[in-house]
């Protein structure tokens, strides 16, 4: 392996253009974040680089890498995400909730929902409703150019695939709330027992928003294989849903 070489890469190099372009809004930190990468992974003779030892695949590496370098371009120029003391005040199902909402962008009502998931919240809906003023009004300074966390009422299903919908999240959508609290259960287990190339597949996909065509250069595969694949593994997702008699109807 030439470190130099996969550094002169244009697909490479797009790759960690788009990266950093995921990560901030603003053009000028997009800049920053794009040299501070190849500063870190030119470092010490391409020292990271030279640390992959084909335990993986090198396109799978290659993306752990590249993201944990933009987290620490995010540190250094922002500081660690700390979570707001009216929120810690709440307790851990409001960290929890400000997490998702903040930082991963999902909606309240999403949040509410993987908070009865992981058995964080007992009460209703309408209890958490009114115990969530102090998350709404906390600042959300994950970079300068946020400038509130997302109120309820809104679209409660990101689109995940800018290929098409995510059929998961549109099935979910269609549940009745006890219902969907099941499916995204069932969901997390499948995953979960999938094969790791597999579960980055789906992870890329439904939950990181990348197209099905960049996902499957990360690991690999053709455009056209990483679809068969997804078909495939939608198919595993389904039966499993069905076996615990969870329709869309």
């Known amino acids: 392996m030439d470190p ?31 040299v501070f990468v190849l500063d870190s992974l030119k470092a010490e003779n391409f020292k990271r680089l030279r640390a992959f030892k084909g335990k993986s695949q ?14 620490d371009f995010r540190r250094k120029r922002y500081g660690r995400r700390r979570i707001p003391a009216a929120v810690l005040k709440l307790g851990p199902w409001a960290e929890a909730v400000y997490r998702l909402v903040c930082w991963q962008r999902f909606s309240f009502d999403d949040a509410y929902d993987f908070l009865q998931v992981d058995g964080q919240f007992e009460g209703s809906y309408e209890k958490f409703l009114q115990e969530i003023g ?10 300068p150019s946020f400038t509130s966390i997302e109120h309820p009422g809104g679209d409660p299903l990101r689109q995940i695939d800018a290929d098409g919908s995510n059929p998961l999240e549109i099935l979910i959508k269609k549940l009745d709330r006890e219902r969907r609290i099941k499916a995204i259960r069932i969901v997390r ?29 990360v690991i690999d595969l053709s455009a056209s294989a990483a679809r068969r694949r997804l078909k495939r593994l939608l198919t595993i997702y389904k039966e499993n849903l069905l076996a615990a008699g969870i329709r869309d109807t």
Do not use: M, W
């Open 4 to 34: 130099a070489a996969i550094l002169a890469s244009s697909e490479i190099l797009e790759k960690i253009e788009a990266v950093c372009k995921r990560h901030f809004s603003a053009e000028n930190d997009r800049n920053e974040c794009y």
């Open 58 to 71: 090198l396109s799978t590496y290659l993306y752990s890498l590249v993201n944990s370098l933009v987290i």
């Open 134 to 143: 102090p998350i709404e009004n906390a600042p959300c300074r994950e970079n």
């Open 189 to 217: 287990e499948t995953t979960n027992e999938l094969p790791q190339h597999d579960q980055l597949l789906v992870r890329l996909v439904f939950g990181s928003g990348h197209p099905v065509r960049a996902a499957a250069k």
